[in-house]
């Protein structure tokens, strides 16, 4: 059981480039999440689908956008890389009310 | 503004000791609270989920208690192990939307076991 599968692993982006980072669950949960995680600062959420055909702005959704393709895969693109978007992102699931399950992260450096 | 906070930040153990880690929170209307584990270059995994009635869950060796009334957690570890090396973080649901998008994260506290 995969649970929650996200590429690539590492990348690294020069200012201006896009890119998509691609989830994919295998649990059958309704929600998808983005998160980033920065040094000394808690997980923040960029955008979140809580049901297939339905994404929502999170709290810092600048320069993203986001595509729930179907149940399983919910995707990140960053369209012009900047610096800031130097992090760490996950991508998580869960059934309303439950845990979360979080991939293995993708580490992001744009120069 | 919601906030969650750790204390300590880091901390350092003997094998075989046992520690606690606290979560302070102000968020407000609040659901449940959740304490996770992340291993270096992993995400997070779930350790625990309490809701406003309950006070105390364990997951194993992991024991986290919740002060509703004082906005308080403790995340307890008995008989600690090097694989407990982490960082630990405390997570508030501030609304029972039926969705994690209210969620407040910690900065998490980095533990590390030590022989």
């Known amino acids: 059981n995969a649970g929650v599968t996200q590429t690539p692993k590492f990348q690294v982006l020069k200012t201006g480039q896009s890119m998509t980072l691609q989830c994919a669950q295998d649990m059958n949960h309704n929600s998808m999440y983005w998160y980033r995680q920065d040094p000394g600062m808690g997980l923040r959420l960029i955008y979140y689908?809580?049901?297939?055909?339905?994404?929502d702005k999170g709290e810092v959704p600048n320069g993203y956008n986001v595509s729930r393709l179907n149940k399983r895969e919910f995707s990140l693109r960053l369209e012009s890389a900047a610096p800031s978007q130097t992090s760490v992102y996950f991508c998580?699931?869960?059934?309303?009310?439950?845990?979360?399950?979080f991939g293995s992260g993708t580490q992001l450096s744009v120069l | 503004k919601n906030q969650v906070e750790q204390s300590p930040q880091s901390l350092i153990i003997l094998e075989g000791k046992n520690c606690t880690l606290q979560?302070?929170?102000?968020?407000?209307?609040?659901?449940?609270l959740r304490w996770y584990k992340q291993d270096t270059g992993r995400g997070p995994v779930s350790l625990t989920i309490m809701t406003f009635s309950e006070n105390t869950k364990s997951n194993g060796r992991y024991t986290a208690t919740l002060d509703a009334d004082t906005k308080q957690s403790s995340l307890h570890i008995t008989a600690s192990q090097l694989s407990d090396s982490a960082s630990y973080i405390c997570?508030?649901?501030?609304?029972?939307?039926?969705?994690?998008?209210?969620?407040?994260f910690g900065t998490g506290t980095r533990l590390q076991v030590t022989l």
């Open positions: 689908s809580a049901s297939e055909g339905t994404t």
């Open positions: 998580a699931s869960s059934n309303p009310g439950e845990k979360l399950f």
């Open positions: 979560c302070n929170y102000t968020v407000s209307p609040f659901s449940n």
């Open positions: 997570v508030v649901s501030g609304r029972n939307t039926g969705t994690a998008s209210k969620l407040t």
